[in-house]
């Protein structure tokens, strides 16, 4: 492994600030990515900084979506949406509703009990 140094840490976080992925960072660490994800399980302070530098990134390109939206700047909306889902699991809105219609049938103490239950709970 690569040998870690704490000013990577301190510089991690400035280094993701215009949409930089791992691979690009790792790269001008001069690391592989598996080096990366390594020092991300050993070193805490590495492993925070990244957490802040992967936000950087994602508000980096929420903006340039937005821009894009509202035709600030011209964008390929389904190469961004792609970025946006494989970089920072962003996933489609999915509604479901749900409908079940089960009989019980209960003895008599039973439904008593229950209806005791459902009377409190209505309170």
Do not use: H
């Amino acid at each position: 492994m690569a040998k870690y140094k704490k000013v990577y840490a301190e510089r991690l976080p400035a280094m993701f600030e215009n949409g930089e992925s791992v691979a690009e960072v790792a790269d001008a660490l001069g690391i592989c990515r598996a080096t990366f994800y390594d020092w991300l399980e050993v070193y805490p302070d590495f492993a925070k900084a990244y957490d802040r530098g992967k936000q950087k990134s994602e508000a980096w390109w929420t903006k340039v979506g937005r821009d894009g939206a509202i035709g600030a700047i011209e964008i390929q909306p389904t190469t961004w949406i792609f970025n946006m889902k494989n970089r920072f699991n962003w996933r489609d809105k999915v509604e479901e509703t749900v409908t079940m219609q089960t009989e019980i049938t209960l003895a008599d103490e039973d439904r008593q009990v229950l209806d005791r239950y459902i009377d409190r709970v209505k309170k």
